[in-house]
């Protein structure tokens, strides 16, 4: 029976012992994230006794801008950075215009601000990443430099000074702790996911090949994989001296990868509709499953020649169904797109110079953008009159967290989420400095007993902010503790003021809270309704000839469909539904935009230019037949012409044909949405 009962309880205890295994792989920091949180005080005091020495005003604000610039890799750091520095100038210089202008009238002080702040907002909305955070670090730090000054004018200039001084000792010192102590640079940890992302990709068109279309949630799965990238190629110029072309070589590789991936769509989609394989059709299917086996870049220029020759021969033939030259021109786009996306990842690897720099741009609707800079701004100025109307002592004091707190959400991906742990890391950042200055230093002014108290909260704010899930709690943990705790030569303890800040950026914080969730919010279902609207728009745009470059729409399109999969809910056939329609919105947007771009340069061959008209009006009203006729009559006309010709018709015949069948297959939606005379 004991036998019995031991072996009975050893399954118990190895599920518990797995079950904590598990609890302590999760939550016990690995050592990569004790060396940046290492990294991060140790550049924090650095600072906070840079400025001690150099007796700058507000020395507290040289940590907070370490913390603010903690990034776990170098790039994003000197990225941030400089794109800070260039905020804190701006919002300097404005800070003084505004005092210069309305320093005797504070309602027009703080209305200007408030202007100023959404405008700010507003066009963070449009840039990407530290682009955005620069644009919207310039409208609070005019609160920063011009409210924290509403009571002495004068002082104005010379706030505004030390403000420029401190960011600039505070990102000296980041820069200097990430090179001395080794910062993971960006590049390294880029480049294994762009070579999982090519391997993705490259699965992705092995199996479309094998099974045909995916499906569109198969495909917005791929886009998720490959558009979170797109920060961090950004922030590769500044590393190294060759920076600038590794991170074109990364935008390079992003851009080949959506064109790939929706290229072996077409070709998967185009051999589906043939009756019978021709031997050119069989070889261009044969030199795609190759391109998926990732082959040397010697292969990958040899099937490249070959495919343009089959491509030329169709053409010259004259004869050929059109959805084998549809197969043909996508196969060589497939090609292409491998081409780019292996130099792109090697230029990474060795920092040569990339064979093309393709732009990222990003979606952005204007009513989200909009809602966003009103949101901030309305809930600044209800604040601002509420503490002016209660007569609250260092009002201007809270009204700056507001500014910053309302700002920083308005650049994450969720506010509401944001708010939560803004309301969480601002009670633990005030908990926290309460205790270590009534409790640890209670009365001392030695810097090293200031470092050692500081040392524990720092370190748990950088390893919450490692975790996606509590990144909000930890980023204004090691935020607004230096800022509450206040570090000063010689050290305030000064109970009544303490208490009075902690109640009050706790107060903005539940103000922030509030805004997100009743001023003006925006719900996924009006999210997808917004991205619908643009779609509909730049669809509109593109079928009359102004799409614009195709690489860069093909780009565009990945982004906002991006978007979009996230914004989708309902059951999962709604999902798949709205999915597919985003797409078939996408590929007729890139198909028309391509294919005027082509039309634009066969214009000058004289025998084309009556199947071009043709063409064109086709794509103007939606007329799928007419559009598949124009590329049969461009296909004969052109046969007769030079290859560079030949070349270039082909092109345009096979983003005809792929309006044509976009159109035919989704008229109903198009109709729903009155983008043409469909």
Request: charged share 20%.
């Amino acid at each position: 029976m004991a036998e019995v009962s031991a072996h009975a309880g050893s399954p118990r205890q190895a599920a518990i012992g797995d079950r904590l295994i598990g609890f302590l792989d999760a939550w016990v920091p690995k050592p990569a994230a004790w060396a940046f949180a290492l990294r991060i005080w140790i550049a924090m005091m650095l600072a906070l006794a840079a400025a001690f020495w150099l007796q700058l005003d507000s020395a507290s604000s040289a940590a907070t801008c370490v913390a603010i610039l903690a990034q776990p890799k170098r790039g994003q750091a000197i990225s941030k950075g400089v794109y800070r520095l260039l905020g804190t100038l701006i919002g300097a210089a404005v800070s003084i215009l505004f005092m210069a202008l309305f320093g005797q009238d504070r309602v027009l002080l703080l209305l200007s601000f408030t202007v100023w702040l959404g405008l700010c907002v507003f066009t963070a909305q449009y840039l990407q990443d530290t682009r955005a955070y620069g644009a919207m670090l310039s409208g609070y730090t005019v609160a920063i430099v011009a409210l924290g000054q509403i009571d002495e004018p004068q002082g104005t200039f010379d706030a505004a000074v030390s403000r420029v001084a401190v960011i600039v000792l505070g990102i000296i010192v980041i820069t200097f702790i990430n090179d001395a102590l080794a910062s993971p640079s960006t590049w390294r940890t880029l480049l294994p996911q762009l070579r999982k992302a090519w391997d993705d990709t490259r699965a992705y068109a092995r199996e479309t090949l094998s099974d045909g279309d995916l499906g569109a949630s198969r495909t917005a799965a791929l886009i998720r994989t490959i558009a979170p990238m797109r920060a961090d190629a950004s922030a590769i110029a500044g590393e190294l001296d060759d920076g600038p072309w590794r991170a074109a070589g990364a935008r390079s590789c992003i851009a080949a990868l959506y064109v790939l991936a929706a290229a072996v769509r077409a070709v998967a989609a185009a051999s589906a509709c043939l009756r019978t394989r021709s031997p050119a059709v069989e070889e261009a299917l044969a030199i795609c499953r190759r391109v998926a086996e990732d082959p040397d870049p010697e292969t990958l220029q040899r099937d490249d020649a070959r495919l343009r020759d089959l491509v030329d021969a169709a053409i010259r033939d004259g004869k050929r169904p059109l959805d084998e030259v549809v197969v043909l021109q996508r196969a060589l786009d497939v090609a292409c797109a491998a081409t780019f996306a292996q130099d792109g990842i090697q230029a990474v690897a060795d920092g040569h110079r990339p064979l093309r720099d393709a732009r990222l741009p990003t979606h952005r609707d204007f009513p989200v953008a909009l809602r966003g800079a009103l949101r901030v701004a309305i809930g600044f100025a209800i604040t601002a009159a509420a503490f002016v109307a209660l007569g609250l002592p260092q009002a201007s004091f809270a009204l700056v967290q507001v500014a910053s707190t309302a700002a920083l959400s308005s650049v994450t991906p969720d506010p509401k989420k944001f708010a939560n742990g803004v309301v969480i890391g601002m009670t633990l950042a005030a908990t926290f400095a309460g205790i270590a200055r009534f409790v640890f230093l209670d009365g001392v002014q030695g810097f090293p007993m200031l470092a050692i108290v500081m040392a524990p909260v720092i370190f748990l704010g950088c390893f919450l902010s490692l975790n996606p899930k509590t990144f909000g709690i930890g980023f204004i943990v090691i935020v607004f503790f230096p800022v509450l705790l206040g570090p000063s030569n010689p050290q305030s303890y000064d109970a009544q003021s303490f208490l009075l800040n902690a109640f009050l950026v706790v107060i903005a914080a539940i103000v922030l809270s509030i805004v997100v969730r009743l001023l003006l919010p925006v719900t996924p279902e009006r999210q997808r309704v917004y991205a619908l609207d643009s779609a509909q728009r730049s669809l509109a745009d593109a079928l009359v000839g102004e799409g614009g470059d195709a690489t860069t729409r093909t780009s565009l399109n990945a982004d906002r469909l991006f978007q979009f999969a996230g914004y989708s809910s309902g059951s999962g056939a709604v999902r798949r539904a709205s999915l597919s329609h985003a797409f078939a919105l996408a590929r007729l947007e890139a198909s028309a935009a391509r294919a005027h771009a082509e039309l634009r340069r066969l214009w000058s061959v004289e025998p084309l230019r009556a199947a071009i008209q043709r063409a064109r009006a086709g794509l103007a009203t939606g007329d799928d037949r007419a559009l598949e006729s124009a590329a049969r009559d461009l296909i004969r006309a052109a046969s007769q012409e030079d290859r560079v010709l030949r070349l270039t018709t082909a092109r345009a015949a096979s983003d005809l044909v792929t309006a044509a069948r976009t159109i035919a297959r989704h008229r109903r939606v198009l109709r729903r949405l009155d983008i043409a005379l469909f």
